[in-house]
C-alpha cells in the first residue's frame, strides 16, 4: 500500500507558476512511477505528466508540453509537477498517482493502470 498526499496548490493569475508536491508514504524510487492528472468541473480525469521509477523517462500531455516539469526526489519521497505559464484552462483538481513499473507507455492516460491515488489539490487560475 502507498499512500500519496498531494501539497501546493492555490490560486494564480494566469502566466503564473505553482509548484505540486506529492509526498509518499514509502520510497517508490525504483518501484512505482507515478503521474498526474486533473479533473476540471464537468469534465473527466486527464493525465497530465508521468515519470518512471527511476526518473529517467517522462511524459507529458500535448496541453501542458513545454509549460509544466515533472521530476521526483528519492531522498525526500516526494514527486514534483512544476507548472508554468498558467492559463484558466489548467485550473482543476489535480491528483497524484502511483503504480508498478511497465514497459508500455502508451497507456499511462488510463486511470486504471494506476494503483494508488491522492486526494488531490486545487488549482485555480484567474484571467
Known sequence: QVYL???GG???QAGG???LSCKTSTNTYGAYRVAWFRQ????QREGVA???SRAFYTVYSDSVK???TISRNSAENTIYLQMNALNPDDAAVYYCAAGRPTWDWSV???EATWAYWGQGTQ???SS
Open 108 to 110: 499511462w492516460v488510463n
Open 66 to 68: 513545454g509549460r509544466f
Open 10 to 12: 492555490g490560486s494564480v
Open 5 to 7: 498526499t498531494e501539497s
Open 17 to 19: 507558476s505553482l509548484r
Open 40 to 43: 476540471a468541473p464537468g469534465k
Open 50 to 52: 508521468a515519470i518512471n
Open 123 to 125: 488549482v485555480t487560475v
